[in-house]
């Protein structure tokens, strides 16, 4: 360039370097580097920013439901903890001080199982061989398990960070932490005081392969499990006179029969079990055998074993003429329990079987029930490992000691019952069956001594606080609820090391248990002096752990402490303790909400609603209503793979949330130098976008259903975060210059620009109601058709003329930026709770006069919409501009197919409308109003409308022409012509709009004159120096 240039010729070489093209620091890609300095701004300093900026009067509390601290991070936990981020991000957008600290699930099983392991790979520690501490094995097996969870605790949470989400990490609680476990216990002693807690000798689930108790949230139905089921008949010895006087009827060769699918049970059998309004009948078989069933079984028996026609001795018999009437003996402890009774049982059936139903109250719940009333005593001849105890045949204890009933115990059982001439028929048979939700192995039902917490008393207050909870979606209301219906009681201890003592004290001699609300107290002080661990390591005969008054004169003590452990939903279900302070007795929901995925309904939802009902039970005998710690629950599903598959290691189609980021899930991409993208092994370039790339899967997830995760959804997550992107960077450059003091009032601004101003307020408010529901894919969906569709293709196509073209200090320039800032810090405002990190990004690329002006984004509340802007005149208008405007985009679809047309400027537009020049139609008249604006409107040369009919002449005589049809919002027809523009185009915006004769080679158009003409005039006014760089930079 000339020193000192003679500016017509500058001019003249270089005109786009006298227009103000967009400039934006804004990388299409976020480098490693810099993404590690966002998310640290985005979540730990904006998390604390809030902690001191927002009021303590105005809280948002989301209480973290505790992921288990085994295992590596996986799709489901992203599912979780971004939904939770994005729901506090909302609430931060509302003005709120968000509370949310992290916990972990640490005791239980599959922790304990892990460290079992481990101890036995290295059994030959000398250290640990000379132990001779009381419960060696349980401190062995505690410490390693503490060590696990500790170690899986920090590596999830690195992970939980890495995903953008905020909360108080460092203040992060885990059920195995003193200060958890203290509450917990306090909670426990309060229940302790309240009654809730006894010990029972009863039917409770066990699980023979854990060896330990199980809750019925511990458990998973199979429906695909296979029993073998047996007609036994157990020789009638007592009937009534009655019976016995009828004709035929010898009771030396009479039978009840029942059918089991249990039959392992069958040695532990106390009782038969009728229903007194069935009816039943005596049969007689070919050889004399005379049989006791149901007579509505007849027919059933018929098909399955008695094969000849029935003969009748005694029809009609009432269920209730059996009861006290009959005894029978059992085939195993005739020698024992000698004659059984019959009972009544409301569970008994026409449905199945014979109508006779053996009871083992060992081994039933339900049998257990029915024999407790009437004093029947439980009988389990089972041990903890799930075998056959001596007791179970002592005629011949051998037979059967040691046999697991689930498998050789039965096959013995049956034979043993053959032999004897007992079995009717055998027959497999499939059935739902409960199985270890851990091991995946069958559980039995076996009566065992267990601490159970009483859920029937409290039960009704806690249906009654769920009135008061919004369940989201609404579905989860009934299932909690039957949840709750359908319990009466929880075992709550575990035959296990790594968990929470159950603070009870036991007699040594008589092994009576101690614990009472006193017990526990002072069991908890010695805890806060010496530590949890203390409990097993310290001496059994240790008088410490006694309260004083169960201590002999010389300070000797008869009772030494218990081996359980609390159930770990008793841990997590006391989570809500961490809420407040440990003495507190505030009612009320601590946490605005809690989210978990559905299977917590009967986990912790559950734990969490009962200990809390039953602990301000505890303190409240009468006067408010009691509540559920949430106010809200929502409930999400699970993650499938994208054929709807579960995921899982053997079908290897596990995703991991870090793939999800690192975009190695989609193909490789091959394109030059950016350190953003993630180079694997094989040189392969991946397109990872970070932790918004998860981010926004989730958000745009209908996560009530169980939503799918693969290729073709990541894909589109990629392109609609690169729109996004790519949005922003527009953003950015046409607001590069921008100044508040040149914002344009909105009486002045353009239709146009009104028509941005109503879009963005209607999408502003649909987002806002979609994030007040927890519809978060509604608002990512709005946001991302609004950016593809209102903005990208339509306002900003509109408005580029504008931007590059116009004098930059003009009306029509300032106020495309003033919407452009309004669409930006909207946009920015919508996208905070989703994308943190990119509109940290932005933030960081956003000019100082925008920054100087404005709060920051993530800091600033909601964006709020302008009333003026939801212009009702507008808005019933822009339907028909729309559908004239997709008309003529179509047409000029029709024109580039045949090549004719590049440009959208290189089309001049026609409007031809079915209503004539006298009776002009309410849609030509509307059209009319907004003439001065179609041809920017359209991003067209020129504009004119026309009444039928129209002289084709000018048609006809073009170049070339195309059209297409489109129907009015009135119902109208009328078409949409494109044609080439008549007039030449402007050498520097490219608008065919100059009407000069005038063959010079470059013209300009009459703005384009104008704005040079300032440009000339500023060049004058300045040495050569400054024109150069002013030019230059623009
Ligand atoms: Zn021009």
Redesign the pocket.
């Known amino acids: 360039m000339e020193r000192m240039p003679n500016p017509s010729r500058v001019l003249y070489t270089s005109w786009s370097s006298t227009l103000r093209l967009p400039k934006s620091t804004f990388p299409p890609r976020t480098s490693a580097l810099d993404r590690a300095v966002l998310l640290k701004k985005c979540t730990d300093d904006l998390y604390s920013w809030q902690l001191h900026e927002r009021p303590l009067n105005n809280p948002f509390v989301l209480h973290d439901g505790p992921p288990y601290a085994n295992g590596s991070l996986h799709i489901g936990h992203a599912l979780n903890k971004v939904l939770k981020d994005i729901i506090c991000r909302f609430q931060l957008t509302q003005g709120k001080r968000v509370s949310f600290v992290p916990g972990w699930d640490c005791h239980g099983l599959p922790i304990e199982l892990k460290a079992l392991q481990q101890q036995q790979r290295k059994p030959e520690n000398p250290a640990l061989a000379d132990d001779t501490r009381p419960d060696a094995d349980a401190v062995m097996v505690r410490n390693i398990a503490r060590e696990l969870a500790n170690r899986t605790v920090e590596e999830q949470k690195k992970g939980f960070r890495e995903w953008g989400v905020m909360g108080d990490w460092d203040g992060a609680w885990r059920t195995m932490d003193r200060d958890f476990e203290i509450r917990q216990l306090e909670v426990f002693r309060r229940m302790v005081g309240k009654g809730l807690i006894y010990r029972r000798y009863k039917p409770v689930y066990w699980s023979p392969s854990s060896g330990t108790a199980l809750a019925e949230a511990e458990l998973e139905y199979r429906s695909d499990h296979e029993s073998i089921a047996a007609f036994v008949k157990f020789p009638i010895t007592k009937i009534s006179d009655d019976l016995a006087s009828k004709p035929g009827v010898d009771l030396a060769n009479l039978y009840a029969v029942i059918w089991t699918t249990t039959p392992w049970t069958l040695p532990a059998n106390k009782a038969i079990a009728v229903q007194e309004n069935m009816t039943y009948a005596i049969i007689e078989l070919p050889g004399g055998c005379q049989l006791l069933v149901a007579e509505s079984r007849i027919p059933h028996l018929s098909k399955v074993f008695l094969r000849e026609p029935v003969k009748f001795l005694v029809q009609h018999i009432s269920g209730k003429e059996l009861i006290g009437t009959t005894n029978y003996m059992s085939a195993f402890q005739d020698q024992i329990f000698g004659p059984q009774p019959f009972i009544h049982a409301d569970f008994v059936s026409a449905d199945s079987g014979s109508g006779l139903v053996h009871c083992a109250p060992g081994h039933g719940m339900e049998d257990y029930e029915a024999c407790a009333k009437l004093g029947i005593e439980v009988f389990a001849p089972v041990d903890e490992s799930g075998c056959f105890t001596r007791a179970a045949l002592t005629r011949d204890p051998e037979l059967l000691e040691g046999k697991s009933v689930l498998s050789e115990g039965t096959e013995t059982v049956l034979d043993y019952l053959e032999a004897n001439g007992h079995i009717l028929h055998t027959h497999k048979y499939v059935h739902k069956y409960p199985y270890d939700w851990r091991s995946k192995l069958p559980v039995i039902i076996r009566a065992t001594e267990q601490w159970f917490t009483d859920v029937g008393c409290i039960k009704d207050a806690a249906l009654k606080a769920l009135e008061d909870v919004r369940f989201i979606p609404d579905s989860g209301r009934s299932r909690l609820e039957s949840f709750v219906k359908g319990r009466s009681e929880w075992c709550i201890s575990r035959q296990r090391a790594w968990g929470v003592p159950i603070p009870a004290l036991f007699h040594k001699a008589s092994g009576a248990a101690v614990l009472t609300e006193g017990s526990v107290a002072h069991i908890i002080s010695v805890i806060e002096k010496r530590g949890i661990d203390s409990w097993w390591t310290d001496a059994r005969e240790d008088p410490a752990w006694v309260p004083p008054h169960l201590l002999d004169q010389s300070g000797e003590t008869a009772y030494e402490r218990g081996k359980d452990t609390m159930d770990v939903w008793f841990d997590s279900g006391t989570s809500w303790a961490m809420l407040r302070g440990p003495q507190s007795q505030d009612t009320g929901p601590l946490s605005d909400v809690y989210i978990e995925g559905t299977d917590q309904h009967r986990g912790w939802f559950q734990s969490s609603l009962l200990t809390y009902i039953a602990h301000q039970s505890a303190f409240k005998m009468s006067g408010p209503v009691l509540t559920a710690p949430f106010k809200t629950l929502i409930t999400h599903g699970f993650t499938l793979d994208k054929d709807g598959r579960k995921m899982s290691k053997s079908l290897g189609n596990v995703i991991n949330p870090s793939e999800v980021m690192t975009g190695t899930l989609l193909p490789p991409i091959q394109r030059k130098g950016n350190r953003a993208r993630t180079t694997n092994n094989n040189g392969s370039v991946y397109d990872g976008l970070g932790p918004d790339a998860l981010r926004l899967w989730v958000a745009g997830s209908d996560y009530v259903r169980d939503i799918t995760i693969g290729t073709p959804v990541l894909k589109a997550v990629n392109a609609s975060l690169h729109k996004l992107r790519v949005t922003v960077k527009l953003l950015l450059g046409a607001l590069q210059d921008w100044d508040a003091k040149g914002i344009v009032d909105y009486e002045k601004l353009s239709q146009v620009d009104k028509m941005a101003l109503l879009q963005l307020s209607t999408v502003n408010r649909t987002v806002l109601e979609a994030y007040r529901s927890y519809d978060f894919y509604k608002a990512v969906n709005t946001i991302n058709r609004w950016v593809n569709m209102s903005l990208s293709a339509f306002y900003i196509e509109i408005v580029k003329d504008r931007l590059y073209?116009d004098e930059p200090q003009s009306l029509s320039r300032r106020a495309a930026q003033t919407v452009l800032f309004q669409i930006y810090m909207n946009l920015l405002g919508m996208l905070a709770p989703v994308t943190p990190l990119l509109v940290e990004e932005a933030w960081h690329h956003t000019s100082a006069a925008i920054k100087n002006d404005t709060q920051h984004p993530l800091k600033r509340p909601y964006p709020l919409v302008q009333g003026e802007w939801n212009d009702q005149a507008l808005a019933s208008d822009l339907p028909s501009l729309l559908k004239a405007n997709d008309a003529v985009k179509l047409a000029q679809e029709l024109a580039r197919n045949e090549k004719k047309l590049g440009s959208s400027l290189q089309s001049s537009v026609h409007l031809v409308f079915s209503s004539s020049d006298s009776d002009p139609s309410a849609t030509y008249r509307l059209f009319q109003r907004y003439l001065v604006e179609l041809e920017s409107l359209f991003v067209v040369s020129s504009v004119s409308l026309h009444h039928l009919p129209i002289d084709r002449g000018f048609i006809d005589q073009a170049e070339w022409h195309f059209s297409t049809e489109f129907e009015t919002v009135e119902g109208d027809k009328a078409r949409a012509y494109v044609l080439p523009p008549a007039a030449a185009k402007?050498?520097?915006?490219?608008?065919y709009?100059?009407l000069t004769t005038s063959d010079a080679e470059e013209t300009?158009?009459?703005?384009?004159?104008n704005?040079m003409a300032g440009i000339n005039e500023m060049a004058h006014a300045f040495s050569g120096d400054c024109y150069e760089q002013t030019v230059a930079r623009h």
């Open positions: 073209a402007c050498v520097r915006c490219w608008r709009n100059v300009l158009c009459d703005r384009c004159t704005v």
